[in-house]
């Protein structure tokens, strides 16, 4: 039971870091412009603090769900987060990739910040928490749910490698600028922001 406990943990959370967002998204550049030494301790200490993330929520989740207007509020969160690295993006764009005696100590830094600033999981496992807690696929116990999250850190751990593993392929074998590289990057957090946006007008002005 404790070995499936942790295999649900590890398939719910990286089907759930598939789609691309802010930690992929940081995750593509950082490999690209620092390489994958970096990329793994982004990666090790964001699946850290994922660990505790999720613990958190699988016990809060009844709270969260009761909280008023939570989704809305996790909404605009993004909206800041996507647009500030975007903005951050932009202005670094042209900037070539610097090697620096705290780089890594910035790498590891920044992968506990985004495993803090993650509001977009707290919807996904009040959904997913939800539907395995009450299709009895995983217990509520402290143990079962200490299992669970590290499978949860693991499955984050894995989808992120992967992805890191994709953009040092990407890189190698295009040979694209890191100019371009950035730019696309800045674009796609301004559209993930953008859409954030919408979706919000149309919630609050066009079904009203």
Known sequence: MIFLTFFIGLIA????????????????????????????????AFSCVEFFFTYFIMNAADWLSAQVHLDTAIDWVMVVLFGTMGVITWM??????KESKNSS??????????????PVQIPFWMITGTYLITHEWIE???????????????????????????????????????????????????????????KQLYLHVFRH
């Open 13 to 44: 959370n990286f089907i759930g870091y598939i789609p691309p967002g802010n930690i992929n998204l940081a995750l593509v550049q950082i490999t690209i412009n620092r390489g994958m030494k970096q990329a793994l301790q982004f990666i090790t």
């Open 92 to 97: 670094h764009r042209k900037k070539p990739p």
């Open 105 to 118: 100590r910035d790498s590891i830094t920044y992968g506990i910040l985004l495993g803090f600033l993650n």
């Open 140 to 198: 509520t116990g402290k143990l079962a749910l200490v299992i669970f999250s590290i499978g949860s850190a693991a499955g984050a751990f894995l989808c992120l490698f992967i992805y890191a593993e994709f953009a040092k392929f990407i890189r190698d074998k295009l040979d694209l600028s890191n100019r371009k590289i950035n730019t696309g990057i800045a674009i796609l957090f301004f559209a993930f922001s953008a859409y954030h946006i919408v």
